[in-house]
């Protein structure tokens, strides 16, 4: 779904703030979940979105194209296993339930290659239990394709170094990891 379930929002914005980024990557944004929910809590931050289903732009409104505004100061409509690396090179970078619609090995690899690429936040939002779904008004991108489990992404976010912060949920799991240990 381009919506994500409000279990861990205030978790993910209590980080947000003590942070307090320059520049944002929100991967997957949907409906602009996080950009609606952090943007408020520090002007002058630097939105990307790298969105894979371009009727998501529009339908959301994640930028004007008469105005140039919107929640998103710059919008790559691809596939992000295929973005450049200097997208990721940023203060944060959102995960926020995206890593579920791809295989497990392509999403360790995108958090390797996040990782590598000069983050120095990544925050990474997912279901916990099992979350099956197909395609969502005819998105295919939409489909869960790997059920994760709390601990696995423990394991594959503390393999990346530096530090890591968990909040698992009822349903979702949340991360906060962090290059400054």
């Not at 959102?94 to 690899?109: N, T």
């Not at 390797?112 to 279901?127: C, D, F, M, T, Y």
């Not at 489909?143 to 709390?150: F, R, T």
């Amino acid at each position: 779904m381009p919506t994500s379930d409000a279990e861990g929002k205030d978790w993910s914005l209590a980080r947000f703030q003590r942070h307090l980024p320059n520049t944002v990557t929100d991967v997957g944004p949907g409906d602009g979940t996080y950009a609606r929910l952090f943007r408020p809590a520090h002007h002058g931050v630097w939105w990307t979105a790298i969105e894979i289903h371009k009727p998501y732009v529009a339908k959301y409104k994640l930028r004007n194209t008469k105005t140039r505004t919107g929640m998103y100061d710059e919008i790559h409509v691809e596939d992000v296993r295929e973005s450049q690396p200097h997208l990721f090179h940023r203060d944060l970078v959102i995960c926020g339930d995206v890593l579920e619609h791809m295989p497990r090995e392509d999403a360790v690899a995108l958090l390797q290659g996040i990782e590598a690429a000069g983050a120095w936040n990544v925050l990474v939002s997912l279901p916990i239990v099992e979350s099956v779904q197909g395609e969502v008004d005819g998105n295919p991108h939409e489909a869960h394709v790997h059920q994760w489990d709390a601990g696995d992404m423990d394991q594959v976010l503390a393999s990346l170094g530096g530090s890591v912060e968990a909040m698992h949920g009822s349903t979702l799991g949340v991360w906060w990891w962090s290059r400054r240990g």
